[in-house]
């Protein structure tokens, strides 16, 4: 039986009104308690599975789907009123139209799934930039702190002036002292920043600055 005073029952950052807007949480709770210790070494302390899942659509979405329905009326247009020559260039504007449309409906349906347990980390996440949907598996306790990472995506060139983009990877220092890319590529510093504390908390890490890290001063803001 949990102590009613104890820290364990404190409201956890995953239930809280400060959880980032398009982040849902499920699980995390207190399933079962040896000794009133909350943290790693201090007795066992299990917890439901906590799982976080949100959408993490590229920001470049409207201007590719825009991209794309233009491209397509244009085949449609050829197509239908364009002469009996005009059917051979529609069909190689039609299979590229295919690929625009395929990549406008990427920019919308990327996804995040992130499932912590006291075993392990197991994060889903498909990344547009690349297109690939990513998988990554570390074991629990390896981890020792987790930190966000600001980079810079590269988006193109306009009047020969390169364009780039902030970015946040969500890391992980292993017990190893290697570090991982747990998350990779979130346009959202805020939803970066939660999913960190979140593993944190339910993990029992306390956050520390690491080498590095460029993040804004620590705040003991969570509750307490």
């Given at each position: 039986?949990?102590?009613?005073?104890?820290?364990?029952?404190?409201?956890?950052?995953?239930?809280?009104?400060?959880?980032p807007e398009g982040i849902r949480a499920k699980g995390g709770d207190v399933v079962h308690v040896s000794s009133a210790g909350a943290y790693r070494?201090?007795?066992?302390?299990?917890?439901?599975?906590?799982?976080?899942?949100?959408?993490?659509?590229?920001?470049?979405?409207?201007?590719?789907?825009?991209?794309?329905?233009?491209?397509?009326?244009?085949?449609?247009?050829?197509?239908?009123?364009?002469?009996?020559?005009?059917?051979?260039?529609?069909?190689?504007?039609?299979?590229?139209?295919?690929?625009?449309?395929?990549?406008?409906?990427?920019?919308?349906?990327?996804?995040?799934?992130?499932?912590?347990?006291?075993?392990?980390?197991?994060?889903?996440?498909?990344?547009?930039?690349?297109?690939?949907?990513?998988?990554?598996?570390?074991?629990?306790?390896?981890?020792?702190?987790?930190?966000?990472?600001?980079?810079?995506?590269?988006?193109?060139?306009?009047?020969?002036?390169?364009?780039?983009?902030?970015?946040?990877?969500?890391?992980?220092?292993?017990?190893?002292?290697?570090?991982?890319q747990l998350v990779s590529e979130l346009e959202d510093e805020g939803r970066a920043r939660f999913i960190e504390r979140a593993i944190e908390e339910?993990?029992?890490?306390?956050?520390?600055?690491?080498?590095?890290?460029?993040?804004?001063?620590?705040?003991?803001?969570?509750?307490?």
């Amino acid at each position: 039986m949990v102590d009613p005073g104890s820290h364990l029952d404190r409201p956890k950052i995953w239930d809280t009104a400060g959880r980032p807007e398009g982040i849902r949480a499920k699980g995390g709770d207190v399933v079962h308690v040896s000794s009133a210790g909350a943290y790693r070494g201090e007795g066992t302390v299990l917890r439901s599975p906590l799982t976080l899942t949100c959408w993490t659509p590229d920001r470049r979405r409207w201007f590719i789907l825009f991209f794309a329905l233009t491209w397509d009326g244009a085949v449609f247009l050829c197509m239908k009123f364009g002469g009996h020559g005009a059917w051979l260039m529609a069909l190689a504007m039609l299979l590229a139209g295919g690929l625009v449309s395929y990549v406008a409906v990427m920019a919308f349906l990327c996804r995040l799934t992130i499932v912590v347990s006291a075993q392990n980390v197991s994060v889903r996440q498909l990344v547009f930039s690349s297109g690939k949907k990513v998988a990554r598996d570390l074991p629990a306790q390896a981890l020792t702190q987790l930190y966000v990472e600001k980079a810079q995506r590269h988006e193109g060139t306009i009047n020969e002036t390169e364009i780039w983009r902030p970015v946040y990877h969500v890391m992980a220092v292993l017990t190893t002292g290697a570090r991982e890319q747990l998350v990779s590529e979130l346009e959202d510093e805020g939803r970066a920043r939660f999913i960190e504390r979140a593993i944190e908390e339910y993990l029992g890490i306390s956050d520390m600055s690491v080498e590095g890290e460029d993040r804004p001063p620590i705040q003991s803001d969570l509750p307490t």
